[in-house]
């Protein structure tokens, strides 16, 4: 009697649902570290949840995202990735650039790192190597630098009147130094005068824009940075307002109503690094996953932007673009 007793109570455990803490330890978690907002960045998390989604894990079901936004505050990334380390996250997928990644890297070393970045992984000692990454992060870059040429290739057939082209670079970016350079090349290879503003703050926009119209800048070219991007409703709404023909990094802000943009895909990039995310859940190692690099880039026009500052698009500008927002 006593063993078919233990067997029914055997059998009735077995059929049991799973307790809490079963439930819990089944359902994994992982961090997502940004330097931008969380409010103009939905559809980036959403990418990023779509790559997860590949793998098989859906947030709610059988995955919790921790989220940490430094909202344009870089100085709070170092304490927004320890935390995330302090809750032993399986993966730490960090956004919003260089800045974000060598936070979560000087925050551990063990738990895997996804990385989205324009900037050269390797110059910042995240991965060893783009086809051998080693250690503990891997990733998408996408080498914003190298397209500087041509963004400012693209003003100058928009706006060829402009002796001076105004160049917007937040100091506070790890990369101001090299954009600096980058943007100095690239215009002395075309021979193009240009103006280098700086501009860290939301309070600063205001004086760097009237700096620009003062030198009788004639076009603008703001370069890559997430606290930019987390602005750009802010940075549309002055070069309108200071009638500014201005070229930016990515779509969102000519769907925003800048005039143009010409980059990667910046969604595509976020799917990617859910993508890999996924992946290492799975079990792959960060070490032997190739940081991705974008094969496709895109020039986007408004030509209702255009009308309002007065710009004539030329058709051969015209028929290059992957996309007109009319």
Do not use: C
Not at 20 to 26: G, I, K, R, Y
Not at 68 to 73: N, S, V
Request: glycine share 10%; hydrophobic share 45%.
């Amino acid at each position: 009697m006593k063993r078919v007793a233990v067997a029914l109570l055997a059998v009735a455990l077995l059929a049991a649902p799973l307790s809490a803490e079963a439930e819990q330890a089944a359902m994994r978690v992982i961090g997502f570290l940004s330097s931008r907002s969380p409010g103009e960045s939905g559809a980036l998390t959403a990418a990023v949840r779509q790559g997860l989604g590949q793998s098989g894990y859906i947030e709610g079901q059988n995955l919790t995202i921790e989220y940490r936004w430094a909202e344009g505050h870089y100085d709070r990334l170092a304490t927004l990735a320890s935390d995330l380390v302090s809750r032993r996250v399986a993966v730490i997928v960090a956004g919003g650039g260089a800045v974000s990644a060598t936070a979560a890297k000087g925050a551990t070393s063990s738990i895997p790192i996804v990385f989205v970045s324009g900037a050269d992984p390797v110059k910042y000692g995240l991965v060893s190597s783009l086809g051998r990454p080693g250690g503990n992060a891997t990733g998408v870059t996408m080498f914003v630098g190298e397209l500087s040429l041509k963004r400012l290739q693209l003003l100058r057939e928009l706006v060829p009147q402009a002796k001076l082209i105004g160049v917007l670079i937040n100091q506070n970016s790890l990369e101001a130094d090299a954009q600096s350079k980058n943007m100095q090349a690239a215009a002395g290879a075309i021979g193009q005068q240009i103006q280098i503003t700086y501009a860290g703050s939301d309070g600063e926009f205001d004086a760097a824009f009237a700096t620009l119209v003062k030198s009788r800048a004639r076009a603008l070219l703001i370069d890559n940075d997430p606290f930019y991007d987390s602005k750009r409703d802010r940075l549309v709404a002055l070069a309108a307002r200071y009638k500014i023909p201005t070229i930016y990094v990515w779509r969102d802000s000519v769907a925003a109503g800048g005039l143009l943009s010409y980059g990667a895909s910046l969604v595509d990039s976020y799917r990617q690094a859910g993508d890999y995310a996924g992946k290492i859940l799975n079990g792959a190692k960060p070490a032997d996953l190739p940081v991705e690099q974008p094969t496709k880039f895109e020039l986007v026009i408004n030509l209702k932007t255009a009308k309002a500052l007065g710009v004539t698009i030329p058709p051969s500008v015209l028929l290059r673009a992957d996309e007109v927002i009319q």
